[in-house]
C-alpha cells in the first residue's frame, strides 16, 4: 500500500471544458479517503488522473514515493471499481477475477489460490461460474470489488461504485467496504455524491466544487464547522440554516431577534451569515423563555425525527429538527429557541468561515 | 384484462381463412393489405422467378411465343456452359466469378482491416475537428462512380493500374472504408470505453486492451459491416467495366453483361450466370440476417 499525492492538478479537456481547476490532495498510506461533490464537480476526472486514464493538464501526482505523471495506467499499480462495473461479459466470475493476474503472468497455482481467497472475502463461491448477465446488480459489484482485490494494488480508486444498488444493498456494501479497507489496510479514494455515505465511510473527507477543493476534514469537522457556505448548505440533510447575522453588543442577531453566541474577534462592519444546524434550533410554545416568535410552516414527520419549516424575521425556511414527541399543527404560532453552542460564522463576501 | 375485442371476433367462424385481425372492422383492411402485398410480391419476384427459368430452359423454349410457364423440359446445360468452356477446361465465365471472389474478398479484408481500428479510434479518442474529418469521410461516398472513374482511369493508367485486379481491389477498398468507418463507430461507441479502462489497470496496452476486450464484443458488428462492402464489391459494375478488359482480370458483373449482344445472346446462359452470380450474395445475407439489421438499426443510427 501507498500514500497519493496530487498536487496543483489542473485538467483541461481538448474541447475547452475545464473540469478540475485546482486539486490538492495529500492521501496517507491506508487512508479511506471520500471525494464527495456535485455532479460535474471533477471528481471522476480527478480519479481518471491518479489512475492514469486521462493526462493531466499541469500539476503532479505521486503514487507512494514515484513521481506517476508519465507512467501508463498498467504500470502504475492501481485497482479502480467503476461505476458501471466493467466486468468482461463474455467471462466467468473466475476468469474475470483471474483475468488481471494473468495479465502479470503469475504461474497457474497461484492464479487459483488468489481468485479463491478474493472470492471468499466477497464471498462469491457459488457465483464463479457465473457470467456477469447472469449475476444480480449487487452481485456484480461484489465480482467488481474481488477483481480490484486479486491484484493487491498499491492503491483502490472506487468511482460511485454503489450509485446502481438499491438502498438496502447500498448499506451494506457500504459496511462491508468499510471492512474490508480496514482488514486490508488499503489505500482508497472513494468517490460519491452521496453525502451520507461519504460520513460513514471515510475517514477523511474532501468536498469539491467547480474543479476545486472546498475543505478536507474528518467527517466531524466538516459536519460541524463547514469551510464555506457552499459546504455549509451541501453536508446536512436539511442542511445548515444560513441566516444573516449583525454583531451588536457582543451577541449576533438575526432580523428576527434570534441571539446566538458570537465567537471571537469578529469586525463588527462586516455582512454575516451564521451557520446554525437544524439540531441547534428548537420549537417551542410562544413565549417560552429566550425564544423569539415564529410560525410554523410545515413538518415533515419522518418517524424517527419531525422537521418543522418554521418563519422567523421574514424567512420561510429556517428548518429544526425535533424529536417525534413534540409536534405542533401547521400555522401554529410558536417560539424559536437557539440550543447549540457558538454556530460557525460566513462572510457573505467571501462565502468563506470567518470564525 | 380479459380476451381483447379482436380476439373475441377472430375466434369467429372467419378463422380458418383469415388471419387474425389486428382490430375490429380491420378485416377488410387486413385483406387489402394482403391483396397488395401478393402484387408487389409478384412484381418484384417475377424476373427473379423468370431468370431461374429462363436458366433451366431449353433454348428454344427460351425463345417459344407464347411463352412457356410450366410445360418445358428442364435442363442443366446452361450451368455446365457456366463453369465449362465448350471446348473443354474451364470457361471464361467462371475465370471471372473466381476474380469476384478475390477482388471482393480481398477489398472487403483490406476495408474491414483499415475500417475498425480507424473507427475504434473516432470512437475512443479525442480527434481534432472529429466531426468534419468523418464528414469529410463520408463525403467521399457521395459521388457516385461513374463521376470518378475517368480521373480514376488516367490515373491507374498512370501507374499501370488498368486491367489489373490489384487496381479493382484498391479502389472497392477505398470506397469501402468510409462506409466500414461510419457503420464501426455506431458499433464501437456501444460498447463502453470502461472495459478497456479496466483492461489498461489490469495491466495491458491500450492495443491489448482494444483486441482482447473491445474487438470479441465488436465482431458481430465486423460481420454485419463486412457483408455490406463485400456486396458492394461483389455488385460493383461501373469500374469494373472501365477498369478492366482482358478475361483473365474481369471480374462476373462486366462478364455476364458481355454475353449480351452480339449477334445472338445466349439467355439461357446469361440466366445461368446471374443466378450463380446472385447466390453467394443471398446465403451471405441469409447467414448474417440478424446482424444485418442489428447493423441497420443501431450502427446505421447517429445520436
Ligand atoms: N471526456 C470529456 N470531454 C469533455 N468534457 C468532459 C469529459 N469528461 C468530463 N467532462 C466535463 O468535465 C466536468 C467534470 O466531469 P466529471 O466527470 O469529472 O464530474 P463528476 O464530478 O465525476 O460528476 P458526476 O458526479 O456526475 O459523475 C463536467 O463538466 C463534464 O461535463
Ligand atoms: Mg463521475
Given amino acids: 500500500m501507498a500514500g497519493i499525492e496530487v498536487s496543483a492538478l489542473h485538467k483541461r479537456y481538448p474541447d475547452g471544458t475545464v473540469a478540475v481547476e485546482h486539486v490538492d490532495l495529500s492521501i496517507g498510506d491506508g487512508e479511506l479517503f471520500v471525494m464527495l461533490g456535485p455532479s460535474g464537480c471533477g471528481k471522476t476526472t480527478t480519479l481518471r488522473a491518479i489512475a492514469g486514464l486521462e493526462r493531466q493538464t499541469t500539476g503532479d501526482i505521486r503514487i507512494g514515493d514515484t513521481l506517476v505523471n508519465d507512467l501508463p495506467p498498467a504500470e502504475r499499480d492501481i485497482a479502480m471499481v467503476f461505476q458501471f462495473y466493467a466486468l468482461y461479459p463474455h467471462l466467468k466470475t473466475r476468469d474475470n477475477l483471474a483475468f488481471p493476474l494473468r495479465a502479470e503472468g503469475l504461474p497457474k497455482p497461484e492464479v487459483h489460490e488468489r481468485v479463491n481467497e478474493a472470492a471468499r472475502l466477497m464471498r462469491l463461491g457459488p457465483l464463479l461460474d457465473r457470467r456477469p448477465r447472469q449475476l444480480s446488480g449487487g452481485e456484480q459489484q461484489r465480482v467488481a470489488l474481488a477483481r480490484a482485490l486479486v491484484r493487491r494494488p498499491r492503491a483502490f480508486l472506487m468511482d460511485e461504485p454503489l450509485t446502481n444498488l438499491d438502498a438496502e444493498l447500498r448499506a451494506d456494501m457500504r459496511t462491508e467496504i468499510k471492512h474490508l479497507q480496514g482488514e486490508l489496510g488499503a489505500t482508497m479514494v472513494y468517490v460519491t455524491h452521496d453525502q451520507v455515505e461519504a460520513m460513514s465511510l471515510g475517514h477523511r473527507i474532501a468536498i469539491l466544487n467547480k474543479g476545486r477543493v472546498e475543505q478536507i476534514g474528518t467527517p466531524l469537522e466538516v459536519y460541524d464547522r463547514p469551510a464555506s457556505l457552499f459546504c455549509a448548505a451541501f453536508i446536512g440533510s436539511p442542511p445548515m440554516n444560513l441566516i444573516e447575522v449583525e454583531v451588536a453588543d457582543g451577541q449576533l442577531r438575526s432580523q428576527g431577534g434570534l441571539v446566538l453566541t458570537p465567537p471571537p474577534g469578529l469586525a463588527r462592519d462586516r455582512r454575516l451569515v451564521a451557520g446554525v444546524r437544524p439540531e441547534a434550533l428548537e420549537v417551542t410554545d410562544p413565549g417560552a423563555e429566550r425564544s423569539v416568535p415564529a410560525r410554523v410552516v410545515s413538518a415533515e414527520w419522518l418517524g424517527d425525527e419531525i422537521i418543522y419549516v418554521v418563519d422567523h424575521g421574514g424567512r420561510r425556511d429556517v428548518r429544526v429538527r425535533m424529536p417525534p414527541t413534540v409536534r405542533f399543527a401547521a400555522d401554529a404560532k410558536v417560539g424559536l429557541r437557539h440550543t447549540g453552542g457558538t454556530p460557525a460564522v460566513y462572510d457573505v463576501r467571501t462565502e468563506e468561515l470567518v470564525a | ?303
Avoid: C
Avoid at chain 2, 15 to 22: G, L, Q, V, Y
Avoid at chain 2, 26 to 36: N, T
Avoid at chain 2, 66 to 91: C, E, I, Q, W
Avoid at chain 2, 101 to 127: D, E, I, K, N, Q
Fill in chain 2, 1 to 303: 384484462m380479459a380476451v381483447s375485442v379482436d380476439e373475441a371476433v377472430s375466434t369467429g367462424p372467419a378463422r380458418d381463412h383469415t388471419p387474425p385481425a389486428r382490430r375490429l372492422g380491420s378485416r377488410g383492411r387486413s385483406v387489402l393489405e394482403v391483396a397488395l402485398l401478393t402484387v408487389l410480391a409478384v412484381v418484384m419476384l417475377f424476373p427473379v422467378l423468370w431468370m431461374i427459368e429462363t436458366s433451366i430452359k431449353e433454348n428454344r423454349d427460351v425463345y417459344a411465343i407464347p411463352a412457356k410457364f410450366f410445360d418445358f423440359k428442364v435442363t442443366l446445360d446452361h450451368y455446365k456452359d457456366v463453369f465449362v468452356d465448350p471446348g473443354g477446361g474451364r470457361s471464361a465465365l467462371s475465370v471471372s466469378f473466381l476474380n469476384s471472389v478475390v477482388v471482393a474478398g480481398v477489398s472487403t479484408v483490406l476495408a474491414t482491416v483499415l475500417g475498425v481500428p480507424a473507427a475504434w479510434a473516432y470512437s475512443r479518442f479525442a480527434v481534432k475537428a472529429k466531426k468534419d474529418q468523418l464528414f469529410f469521410i463520408l463525403s467521399t461516398r457521395f459521388m457516385p462512380p461513374v463521376v470518378v472513374v475517368i480521373p480514376i482511369f488516367l490515373m491507374y493508367r498512370q501507374v499501370g493500374l488498368i486491367d489489373n485486379k490489384l487496381g479493382l481491389i484498391l479502389i472497392y477498398a477505398a470506397f469501402n472504408v468510409p462506409f466500414t468507418i461510419w457503420m464501426m463507430k455506431g458499433f464501437v461507441d456501444e460498447v463502453p470505453a470502461e472495459y478497456e479502462d479496466a483492461a489498461m489497470l489490469d495491466g495491458y496496452t491500450r492495443l491489448q486492451a482494444f483486441r482482447r476486450f473491445t474487438l470479441p464484443l465488436l465482431v458481430p458488428g465486423i460481420a454485419a459491416t463486412a457483408v455490406f462492402a463485400l456486396i458492394f464489391s461483389w455488385n460493383e459494375f461501373v469500374f469494373a467495366t472501365f477498369l478492366t478488359s482482358s478475361d483473365d482480370v474481369r471480374t462476373a458483373p462486366p462478364a455476364i453483361a458481355g454475353l449480351i449482344g452480339g449477334t445472338t445472346t445466349d439467355w439461357g446462359l446469361v440466366a445461368a450466370a446471374s443466378v450463380v452470380f446472385a447466390l453467394p450474395v443471398l446465403v451471405f445475407a441469409y447467414l448474417v440476417r440478424k446482424h444485418l439489421i442489428a447493423g441497420v438499426t443501431l450502427g446505421a443510427v447517429r445520436r
